[in-house]
């Protein structure tokens, strides 16, 4: 089984959520901006290092908000490879610095967007935008209902 460490940002502002979308091959998603750690990288470093690639803006690396575990079955993998793939995932809060986004060209990802928190669950989006939000704490403020409770407020 292959194993790969990764860092992710998660960028909110003015109710916006900073996202990518990935794609490889007939796969494809929207996810947060990061990814894998080079050889002797540093996690902070990764994320600022992927979201200027991904997105073009120059990152600034807040509080380490989890770390996310899984095994996954990868599609379209070699017939001699295991398509078993363990996936850490290291998320941070993160800001950007004001600027245009770029779309990352010749990567894993093919456009930067800055999506309405309300609107991303419209959008096919991978697991990590989930467990990133819920890590951060976002999309069940103070107030807002959960439709699970009963309670209201007034």
């Known amino acids: 089984m292959d194993l790969r ?3 992710y940002a998660v960028v909110e502002r003015r109710g916006k959520i900073l996202l990518t979308h990935w ?3 007939h796969l494809h998603g ?5 990814g894998g750690l080079e050889s002797g990288e540093d996690p902070r470093d990764a994320v600022v290092r992927e979201v200027l690639e ?3 803006l120059e990152a600034r690396v807040g509080k380490l908000i ?3 575990s899984r095994v996954m079955v990868r599609e379209e993998v070699p017939a001699d490879k295991d398509p078993e793939l363990h996936t850490i995932r290291i998320v941070y809060r993160a800001t950007v610095k004001d600027g245009p986004l770029q779309h990352e060209i010749g ?3 093919d456009e930067a967007r800055w999506v309405p928190i309300k609107e991303i669950r419209s959008l096919r989006t991978l697991s990590l935008v989930q467990t990133g939000l819920r890590m951060a704490g976002i999309g069940r403020r103070p107030g807002q209902q959960s439709g699970k409770s009963g309670k209201s407020r007034k």
Do not use: H, I, N
Not at 30 to 34: H, I
């Open 30 to 34: 929207w996810t947060l901006p990061g």
């Open 66 to 68: 989890g770390v996310d």
């Open 107 to 109: 990567g894993s990802s």
């Open 54 to 56: 991904e997105t073009g």
């Open 5 to 7: 460490v990764a860092a």
């Open 23 to 25: 794609r490889r091959g």
